[in-house]
């Protein structure tokens, strides 16, 4: 399983960016798909998540800015964010559950990260 996150960089405080996730390996339209974020010296934490049926969540810091969607066809979900902040600055994680085609146990995956930094 291979996820791989773009999107990422420096944006001033109030500005917008747009993280994608592509996937590959895993049954994409039947796993969730979740974006979580670690600030240095911080935990990491869950900012959104979709599942398959298409249902969000998010964290409180992050409601009525980030929107996070899928795209089955392109196996790919997105995190849009909108009016940044600088505590929005971490490093991005995209996280799929789900099963492969070869193990149907579902389990975790992840990616390799990708920076966003907010400045004021």
């Known amino acids: 399983v291979q996820l791989v996150e773009s999107g990422g960089g420096l944006v001033q405080a109030g500005g917008s960016l747009r993280l994608s996730c592509a996937a590959s390996?895993?049954?994409?339209?039947?796993?969730?798909m979740s974006w979580y974020r670690q600030a240095p010296g911080k935990q990491r934490e869950l900012v959104a998540r979709?599942?398959?049926?298409?249902?969000?969540n998010y964290a409180d810091s992050v409601v009525g800015r980030f929107t996070i969607s899928r795209d089955n066809a392109k196996n790919t979900v997105y995190l849009q964010m909108d009016s940044l902040k600088p505590e929005d600055t971490a490093v991005y994680y995209c996280?799929?559950?789900?099963?492969?085609?070869?193990?149907?146990?579902?389990?975790?995956?992840w990616g390799q990260g990708t920076q966003v930094t907010v400045s004021s």
């Open positions: 996280n799929a559950y789900g099963p492969t085609y070869s193990s149907r146990a579902p389990r975790d995956y």
């Open positions: 390996g895993i049954i994409f339209s039947i796993s969730a």
């Open positions: 979709i599942t398959g049926g298409g249902p969000t």
